[in-house]
């Protein structure tokens, strides 16, 4: 459909004006809130994704896409959950307690949204009950936590023992993510995940919820 190809041809270069204008005519012709959202707002920002992967795109790039996805979002949200649209899934996102770096984890929130998940965003210098408690009252599948620096990066095992010793390891699954980390730690502490940058993690997370 030709305005849904105008949406998201408008999301990935990062016209929010447009994008909002043609969500709301698309809204008028009585388009399918979810043909909008799956069909326009995210399958622009999957576009959007890939080339910020390949290093087509850049940080800056992408906050304009994804502020041009919240104009569309915003419009369509009321419609969505009237209809009672599903979401792909809920994921908590934070910095581990003792780190206050949260540019990256930002990112991956985003890039998460644009994908159709729900994020709950619990910030920097996160502990970890917080993360598993705001988990099972959010009713989320995955914890993503981000540590930029050695010294708090030894803090997210914590966030894996508590999971575990509350019996969540079959329904709650922890990705982890940062500069200092690698595959190896995450294994080391037992995360079920790893991600290098954003559009990983959004890969990593949709198959954590079985659709890689």
Sequence with gaps: MEILNDISRNLIAGDDAKVAEQVAEAIRSEVPSAEILDDGLIAGMAVVGDRFRKHEMFLPEVLLSARAMAAGVALLKPLLIAEEVPSRGKVVLGSVQGDLHDIGKNLV???????????????????????????????????????LLTTTMTQMKGVVDLVDERGLSGRVKVIVGGAPLSAEFARSIGAQGYAYDAASAVEKVMALMGEG
């Design 109 to 147: 929130g985003i890039m998460l949204e644009g994908a159709g998940f729900e994020v709950v965003d619990l910030g920097i210098d996160v502990p970890a009950d917080k993360f598993v408690d705001t988990a099972v009252s959010e009713g989320a599948s995955v914890i993503g936590v981000s540590s």
